[in-house]
């Protein structure tokens, strides 16, 4: 889903946390949650409930073009607040639009018509492969 990209993945100031990356390296611009065996964060999975943010930041080891994972036991920076670039993982996400996690990649597609625990936040633009969205989870 998330990648190597010129744009940004976070766009305004918000809300982020630093936490520790779980037994998988998490791919920046990614949505994330809290992992459900040691408490650390790992790459959301489909519509879950455990959604704090996405990964904007970390350390990571080669710096190239390709390298935007942060390793595991690694720090991350996660956004829980602000407005986000995100990849769509499935059909087109319109303006307006309430989004939540889809497939195991972090990316994320239009959920529910109400909020509800599983949304991570609105869609701020229209898209089949990035939109921005703001994050209503922190």
């Known amino acids: 889903m998330a990648g190597t990209s010129e744009v940004s993945y976070w766009e305004q100031d918000g809300m982020y ?35 704090i ?30 407005i986000v670039n995100l990849s769509v993982a499935n059909g087109t996400v319109t303006r307006g639009d309430l989004v939540q996690t889809y497939g195991t990649a972090g990316g994320i597609a239009t959920g529910a018509t109400a909020v509800s625990t599983l949304t ?15 994050l209503m989870k922190g």
């Open 17 to 51: 946390l630093s936490q520790t990356v779980g037994a998988t390296a998490i791919t920046l611009g990614t949505v994330v949650e809290i992992g459900a065996t040691d408490g650390y964060v790992v790459t959301a999975s489909s519509a879950s409930t455990m959604v």
């Open 53 to 82: 943010g996405v990964a904007i930041a970390g350390y990571r080891a080669s710096r190239t073009a390709t390298d935007n994972a942060v390793a595991a036991g690694g720090l991350i920076t996660v956004a829980t607040r602000g």
């Open 120 to 134: 991570l936040g609105q869609a701020l633009s229209t898209g089949t492969q990035t939109v921005k969205v703001k």
